[in-house]
């Protein structure tokens, strides 16, 4: 199985339409990041959580909100989906030391109709 | 604010040429450097990183050197091989005050494609 698991891996949903990502890891890391990616543009910081109890908004995070249920699950929720919010997202976990690995998940191809 | 710019791509090359990819990154802090591999349907895996200047990463037959005179971190192979076709991203994380920690700033993505 894979460390950090996200599901689903692909999902189409209609416009103004509430989702949610979820993504839970075996690392047993502290920290783990919701990022979008966008052709041309790399991997967008969207929110990151340091602990459970500890929720940071990052570069994108507008029409987006998380949850850190328990250490080893971080969601992503669109409230309202919209088009534009069309993207592939990945989340991450890292031990926290500024240089070691991320390590992420397989990603969700999301589609807004 | 932190940034990093890579080449434009795609770059296409054949089997057994040498690869290049330029990485410049901006930072407000001191930063960590990486690059990362997204092959086809997965999610990103570390390739190789360093963490100060003058450091050298390798992994795979891949290298990269950390330049801070420059603020570069070009990624070089000398020979590369089919399997090697993916999408690089040049990334840093900057220690910023501790509220920084495992933050990563990515470049937009180079596509590489390697033909037999």
């Known amino acids: 199985d894979a460390d950090v698991t996200q599901t689903p891996r692909n999902r189409i949903t209609k416009t103004g339409k509430r989702i949610m990502l979820e993504c839970s890891q075996t690392?047993?890391?502290?920290?783990m990041y919701w990022y979008r990616q966008d052709p041309g543009l790399g991997l967008r910081l969207i929110y990151y959580?340091?602990?459970?109890?500890?929720?940071n908004k990052g570069e994108i995070s507008d029409g987006y909100s998380v949850s850190r249920q328990a250490q080893a699950k971080f969601s992503l929720s669109l409230e309202s989906a919209i088009p534009n919010q069309t993207a592939l997202y990945f989340c991450?976990?890292?031990?926290?030391?500024?240089?070691?690995?991320?390590?992420f998940g397989q990603g969700t191809r999301l589609t807004v109709v | 604010g932190d940034s990093v710019t890579q080449m434009e791509g795609p770059v296409t090359l054949s089997e057994e040429a040498f690869l290049t990819i330029n990485c410049t990154y901006t930072?407000?802090?001191?930063?960590?450097l990486f690059w990362y591999v997204q092959y086809p349907g997965e999610g990103l895996q570390l390739l190789l990183k360093?963490?100060?200047?003058?450091d050298k990463g390798s992994n795979k037959g891949f290298e990269a050197t950390y330049r801070k005179e420059t603020t570069s971190f070009h990624l070089e192979k000398g020979s590369v091989q089919v399997s090697d076709s993916a999408v690089y991203f040049c990334?840093?994380?900057?220690?910023?005050?501790?509220?920084?920690?495992?933050?990563?700033?990515f470049g937009q993505g180079t596509i590489l494609t390697v033909h037999p």
């Open positions: 990334a840093l994380s900057v220690n910023a005050g501790g509220t920084s920690y495992g933050k990563l700033t």
């Open positions: 959580s340091f602990d459970v109890k500890d929720i």
């Open positions: 930072a407000t802090g001191y930063p960590s």
């Open positions: 991450a976990t890292s031990v926290g030391v500024e240089d070691t690995e991320a390590f």
């Open positions: 360093a963490t100060k200047a003058d």
């Open positions: 690392k047993g890391h502290d920290r």
